[in-house]
């Protein structure tokens, strides 16, 4: 079958890609755009590694496909730091130690800011649920849930 | 296989007729793309419906509700009027996968899915919800709970497909709540799922109840005996306690990787009293 | 500072050490820059897949590949025949054993295929979509035999047997009939049967553990590139480049020299990483097609066909006099050891009972194997499993006896001196401190409502050292390049950077910390065993004081004074007390200027062997509500608390002890391997191989305690293993204070828990 030609905004920036109608955005990022930042740990939506922001919803980009993005924004973790300037959650991730293996960790921190674009001030709970589609195997959460908290704190301030 | 995102339902029916069956609806895809890359499903046309707008819509009137059936878990449940109307449907709807998940998953998917554990399902059976289909002769209008005919097999015919959800808005003193049993607080499919919509009269008798069950039998259910325990009743323990041995009476359930046939059928009851005691607290609010 | 270097390290006051500074790759890792596994691309890269049977058991009787080598845009396709086939011995591989005739068998089925996902061919092409059509055009026909998946059913003489040349090791006289029981060991000290006379409370009880998957979130993945001239690259997610070149050329018949393997960023491993899989595999292709091929695991091969580790039957019984003190303790141990021999069976034996001090055990272990996976190292391979049983056992019997579990322990606890029924006599060790701290800990007295019980558990791992080298570059500016040779899983390089700065009294950005490919260093053995911060850090301290050796030298050199003259202080090469004369401190950046003319570059290297790994023992508390209704359980609340010996970097010393215990909540709670009747997985995906998700678990409190390694310059010990040790037990202790039932099955599931939840319900109700 012919490939489809789409147009979207990846990061702010406009991109054009060609792609297979089986292939899923996030086959595109990693395989055929090279952001491999974003990670394949299920291709099921069981394990959030892959979160990225779908026209402003947090979504698992195994689950959606290339052709999908057509007239889309994107957002992915390639697009979370400034220049040399971390996002905050990036900073509060390093400082609590939030990482081990680190490759849970581009998930996590889209899904989070995804959560406090959307409520600042979340609960331990609300941190909690929120992030329950994104699998940790390394930290047992704790330190990742500090890290959250902490960095809303310091937005709120800022 | 191909891709294509129609403009309009007129012109989704003509590509699903056309396919004869090779096509496959793609609504949330969080079920279809699993399938796809598994291998389970190889359709020659996938055919995108939520290029049309009428299926992202979620409308209110003095009626009641229309919510389309490509508006994603996470758009619906953003709507305000919805949610204090029908707080059962939400949360069941709420439940469905993850944030992620949400941002993309429907309730025309998790319908037609057909999936007997869907967690929609049950609470929209409770609440009375009237699904809208189209194909080539036109549109009609269906309980829900006529959709799911066995797993994965539902009564659309060939070009068929699912255009929407109206609820009426609930009576005065009215009540409706899911709950569902899974073995982590996240991201499992339900082992048991219970909806309970209820109405009281101003004496606090129950008038009018309707109970879903899902994940214990081959489709979820609307369990008759169940809102018969209630009504007529102040929703205390004896009816209660019927209602529970109605709903796990109503079980048929199998011994899967999920669960066990006894274990279906206990906390189907268990789960029934306790959504019902929500159900309950809610119509006496308003 | 003079007063400091004259007491010696051990007694200094550490200024880099203890602290938590940022990690070295954590940028990396937070912006999505960081490459794993199957984050690399090349170009004329080939896609290859493997073909996996769908069989638990199954003869081959042939494999036609004439027509999947017909398609288009397919460059190779391979199967056992491409491999080397190679004897049976059994070589020491750190925790576990190896054996490549069994190993070559593993990648890729020979004779049979032993188990559902088992490799049988592997194809590449030019696109996935094309490797995965030719998978489908390959036709392998298969005589299907019975199969057996328990691992008491394996041991029966009438069981299906998946070896007709396994006959066990450890019995005499050997056997005349092969068995699936591959190997018997046996552990004992003092008299059982005497000890038992002596007891006045004997508490005896059977358990059964489930397999359980490591469950790194980082399929396993790798590139392979094998030129026409035989030298070979080799790019992959693994746990030890050294060990995944040493297995691949054994494998492929190359010498170890031609092949050069870099380790990618590690996406977690927790021991199932330290085999090969996909990697001989993408080599034998790349040496057919001369190109390039990428191979990655879909999470469903990752559990079909990657390691877990083993499920259980163990039983345990131990006595206890009425002052409190263990006569005796026996236990026996069957471990599924998955298609190939090579169950944790012995370390479980090993440490089943060595956090007491007792004087008479006996511990007999089986190796069994059954039509699964073959099983990899996880985490303290076989640990838990025992001492589940053995923690679970002590807690019924303090209750028997009337004991605060915690007390009881104490008046068992094994301490410096004790001789551990596996041999050795301990060192300085921490159970006893752990327990304190435990008792005196709030979470020991806090209330608790209906429904709710509180367990404690405690737990043993040894630690490893082993073969390591590390490397020190001062680059002209005076900055410090570290090579070490381990995978960096969890934040070794900060532990590794912080140790470097710390011996060279520098700061530690001036460190940059690297992992080295196979052509970078000598030989390490990989990252397991607990054994990184420990050996790779004795490894970095060594090859500082060489290259602080040197600098010296340069320093006398340059002053024109003896070396004894020079002392190193604080980064500085600095006259000696009373001697060398009126010289101005150098730095590493003064020295490093004028290295060319004092003599050249300056390094530090060192190769070591290293001893005296120190056990780490962790005492765990928890709370949890059972639901009586639905059998569901909650924790409400963990502390964990364990002996680092001495942290290094404790932010990265507590998330080991956090991710073990949550580890080991999925372990107690849902994980298992669930399979049908025809021996096919049934749940290979994490939504209903079910892992902790974040809302299932609350903080993890930690207690990091700190009694000194004394064959560690800092006091390290290893902490990454033990913290996964304790939870299973503490919980089912837990629960058994709740529901007062004694849970002897994992996992404790809703359907398994609310079960005896009726059963007892009804048993008192007939009473």
């Known amino acids: 079958m012919a490939k489809h030609h789409v147009t979207t905004t990846i990061n702010g920036d406009p991109v054009e890609f060609l792609c297979a109608p089986e292939q899923t955005l996030l086959d595109v990022l990693r395989d055929v755009l090279y952001l491999t930042g974003s990670k394949e740990g299920c291709a099921s939506g069981d394990c959030g590694a892959c979160s990225v922001m779908l026209d402003g919803r947090l979504v698992c980009a195994c689950l959606v496909l290339g052709v999908e993005a057509q007239g889309c924004s994107v957002e992915t973790i390639e697009g979370m730091a400034h220049g040399d300037e971390l996002h905050p959650l990036q900073r509060k991730f390093l400082e609590h130690a939030a990482l081990q293996c680190g490759v849970c960790t581009p998930g996590f921190l889209v899904a989070a800011k995804a959560l406090l674009e959307r409520n600042p001030e979340p609960t331990e709970t609300e941190v909690r649920y929120w992030l329950a589609g994104n699998l940790c195997r390394c930290t047992g959460y704790d330190k990742i849930v500090r890290a959250v908290l902490d960095a809303a704190a310091e937005m709120r301030e800022s | ?286 | ?767």
Request: net charge neutral; proline share 6%.
């Open chain 2, 1 to 286: 296989m191909d891709y294509r995102s129609p403009s309009s339902v007129k012109k989704a029916v003509d590509l699903l007729a056309a396919h004869d069956g090779a096509a496959h609806v793609l609504a949330g895809g969080t079920d279809l793309l699993v399938k796809l890359r598994a291998g389970f499903v190889e359709p020659k046309l996938v055919v995108d419906v939520k290029g049309i707008a009428q299926l992202r819509a979620i409308e209110s009137d003095a009626r009641g509700f229309r919510i389309g059936a490509a508006a994603s878990c996470a758009e619906i449940g953003e709507h305000a009027a919805l949610v204090a109307a029908w707080p059962g449907v939400v949360e069941a709807l709420r439940l469905i996968g993850s944030t992620q998940i949400q941002g993309r998953a429907t309730l025309g998917g998790n319908l037609c899915n057909a999936s007997p554990a869907a967690d929609s399902v049950p609470a929209l059976i409770a609440a009375g919800a009237l699904c809208r289909v189209a194909g080539p002769s036109g549109e009609r209008e269906v309980p829900i709970e006529r959709i799911v005919t066995g797993p994965g097999r539902t009564s659309l015919a060939r070009g068929e497909f699912l255009v929407g959800f109206r609820l009426e808005k609930p009576r005065p003193r009215s009540g409706d709540a899911y709950l569902r049993l899974i073995p982590r607080t996240e991201m499992d499919i339900a082992v048991v799922g219970v909806g309970v919509a209820l109405t009281l009269d101003a004496a606090g008798v129950c008038t009018h109840a309707r109970v879903g069950l899902g994940a214990v039998a081959p489709t979820p259910l609307l369990v008759a005996e169940a809102a018969r325990a209630l009504i007529g009743s102040r929703v205390d323990d004896k009816a209660l306690a019927a209602l529970a041995a109605a709903a796990s009476a109503a079980c048929k359930p199998i011994d899967d990787k999920r669960g066990t046939i006894a274990y279906r059928v206990k906390v189907a009851g268990v789960l029934a009293r306790r959504a019902a005691r929500i159900a309950l607290a809610r119509a006496a609010g308003r």
């Open chain 3, 1 to 767: 500072m003079n007063d400091v270097t004259m007491k010696g390290l051990r007694e200094r006051r550490l200024k880099v050490v203890g602290t938590r500074p940022l990690r070295p790759d954590g940028v990396d890792k937070v912006t999505g820059r960081a490459k794993f596994g199957a984050d690399i691309h090349v170009p004329n890269m080939l896609i290859g897949k493997v073909l996996r049977s769908p069989h638990a058991h199954a003869r081959i009787l042939s494999i036609d590949t004439s027509k999947a080598q017909a398609l288009p845009g397919v460059k190779a396709v391979i199967t056992s025949a491409d491999l080397c086939d190679l004897p049976s011995e059994f070589i020491p591989a750190g925790e576990m054993m190896v054996n490549f005739r069994d190993m070559t068998r593993n990648v890729m089925a020979r004779e049979k295929a032993l188990y559902e996902g088992h490799a049988v061919a592997a194809v590449a092409a030019t696109s996935e979509a094309v490797a995965q059509e030719a998978l489908k055009l390959i036709d392998v026909q298969y005589e299907v035999l019975p199969h057996v998946l328990d691992v008491a059913q394996a041991m029966e003489p009438d069981a299906p047997l998946l070896h007709d040349n396994m006959f066990t090791i450890g019995v005499e006289p050997r056997p005349a009939q092969p068995s699936n029981v591959a190997k018997r060991v046996e552990f004992v000290l003092g008299d059982t049967a005497a000890g038992f006379a002596q007891a006045e409370v004997v508490i005896e009880r059977e358990f059964t553990t489930k397999p359980v998957h490591q469950g790194y979130i980082e399929p396993h993945a790798c590139l392979a590139s094998v030129s026409e001239d035989g030298q070979a690259e080799l790019w992959c997610t693994t746990q030890g480049q050294f060990i995944v070149r040493g297995f691949c050329a054994k494998l492929l018949g190359m010498e170890v020299a031609k092949l050069r393997v870099t380790a990618s960023e590690i996406g977690g491993g927790f021991g199932g990483k330290t085999v090969v899989y996909l990697e001989p595999l993408a080599l034998a292709l790349s040496r057919k097609a001369c190109q390039p091929v990428k191979m990655v695991m879909s999470r469903a091969e990752v559990f079909r066909a990657s390691g877990p580790t083993s499920g259980a039957k163990v039983w345990v019984k131990i006595g206890a006099n009425r002052k409190g003190r263990i006569t005796a303790a026996e236990a026996v141990l069957k471990y599924q050891a998955g298609a190939f021999q090579g169950s944790p069976v012995q370390p479980g034996c090993m440490c089943a009972f060595a956090p007491y001090d007792l004087d008479n055990v006996r511990v007999v272990g089986f190796d069994v194997v059954v039509n699964r996976p073959k099983v990899a190292a996880y985490r303290a391979p076989g640990g838990p499993i025992s001492e589940f049983a053995v923690e679970s056992v002590i807690d019924e019997l303090a209750k028997r006896l009337g004991l605060d579990p915690i007390e009881f322990r104490l008046k068992n606890a094994a301490k410096e001196g004790t001789k551990a029924a596996y041999g050795p006599k301990f060192g300085p060790i921490g159970l006893v401190q752990t327990l304190e701290a435990a008792r005196s800990h709030p979470h020991y007295r806090a209330p608790l409502k209906a429904n709710q019980g509180r367990g404690v558990a405690s737990g043993f791992w040894f630690n490893i050292g082993g073969e390591t080298c590390a490397a020190l570059n001062l680059g002209e500016d005076g900055s410090v390049t570290l090579v070490a040779g381990t995978p960096d899983i969890g934040g070794s390089r900060a532990s590794l950077a912080m140790m470097a700065a710390e011996e060279l009294g520098i700061a530690l950005d001036k460190v940059r910390p690297v992992i080295g490919d196979t052509s970078a260093l000598g030989f390490n053995f990989l990252t397991g065993g607990s054994r990184v911060t420990f050996s790779s850090g004795m490894a970095v301290i060594e090859a500082a004081r060489e290259m602080i050796r040197r600098l010296r030298e340069r320093a006398a050199k340059i002053w024109e004074v003896p070396v004894e003259d020079v002392v190193w202080e604080d980064g500085y090469a600095c006259p000696a007390n009373g001697a060398g004369g009126d010289h101005k401190p150098l730095s590493l950046a003064d020295i490093a200027k004028t290295a060319g003319k004092t003599g050249g570059p300056i390094v530090g290297n060192a190769a070591i062997n290293a001893q005296g790994a120190g056990p780490s023992l962790a005492t765990h508390l928890v709370d949890v509500e059972v639901d009586p209704e639905t059998g569901k359980v909650s924790i409400l609340r963990y502390t964990a608390i364990q002996d680092a010996g001495k942290a290094v970097h404790p932010a990265y010393v507590e998330g080991q002890m956090q991710g073990g215990a949550v580890q080991g909540i999925g372990w107690a709670l849902n994980e298992e391997y669930i399979y049908d009747a025809n021996g096919r997985l049934e749940n290979p995906g994490f939504l209903d191989y079910r892992i902790p998700v974040c809302s299932d678990v609350p903080m993890i409190d930690t207690v990091i305690v700190e009694v000194p390694n004394p064959r560690h310059p800092y006091g390290v010990r290893g902490v990454g293993e033990t913290p996964i040790v304790p939870p299973m037990a503490a919980i089912a202790n837990a629960v058994e204070n709740a529901t007062g039932i004694r849970f002897t099955q994992l996992p404790m599931s809703p359907p398994r828990v609310l079960e005896a939840i009726d059963s007892k319900r009804a048993a008192l109700a007939k009473a």
